[in-house]
C-alpha cells in the first residue's frame, strides 16, 4: 500500500534552515507528481510546493518563493524540501502528499520556528 514517511522536521531560530525528507513506497514513484502542504494551527492546511513526476516542473507558494526548493530522488524514492530563511511564520506541520486516483498524506513532521 502507499506509504509517505516525512522526516526532518525540528526546531530553529528564525533565519535558520531545515531539509525535509519524504520516503515513498507502494507505488511507482517516479510516475507521480509530489507535493508539500503545511497545516498551521486553527488554519487550513495550504499548498507548499509541487513537483512534476521527473522534476522537470515545480511551483511554490507566493509564501516560500525564493526561500524553499523542492527536489526529488527518483532512485531514492525520495522528496525534498529545502527551507532556508524561515519565518516564525513558516511554522507548522508539514506532510507529503501524492495523488493517486485518491489523496495520500504522510503523517506529517512538526516545524517550529522561534528563538
Known amino acids: 500500500q502507499v506509504q509517505l514517511v516525512e522526516s526532518g522536521g525540528g526546531l530553529v531560530q528564525p533565519g535558520g534552515s531545515l531539509r525535509l525528507s519524504c520516503a515513498a513506497s507502494g507505488f511507482t514513484f517516479s510516475s507521480y507528481s509530489m507535493s508539500w502542504y503545511r497545516q498551521a494551527p486553527g488554519k487550513q492546511r495550504e499548498l507548499v510546493a509541487g513537483?512534476?513526476?521527473?522534476?522537470?516542473?515545480?511551483n511554490y507558494a507566493d509564501s516560500v518563493k525564493g526561500r524553499f526548493t523542492i527536489s526529488r530522488d527518483n532512485a531514492k524514492n525520495t522528496v525534498y524540501l529545502q527551507m532556508n530563511s524561515l519565518k516564525p511564520e513558516d511554522t507548522a506541520v508539514y506532510y507529503c502528499?501524492?495523488?493517486?486516483?485518491?489523496?495520500?498524506w504522510g503523517q506529517g513532521t512538526q516545524v517550529t520556528v522561534s528563538s
Open positions: 502528499k501524492v495523488f493517486r486516483v485518491v489523496a495520500y
Open positions: 513537483i512534476t513526476s521527473a522534476g522537470g516542473s515545480t
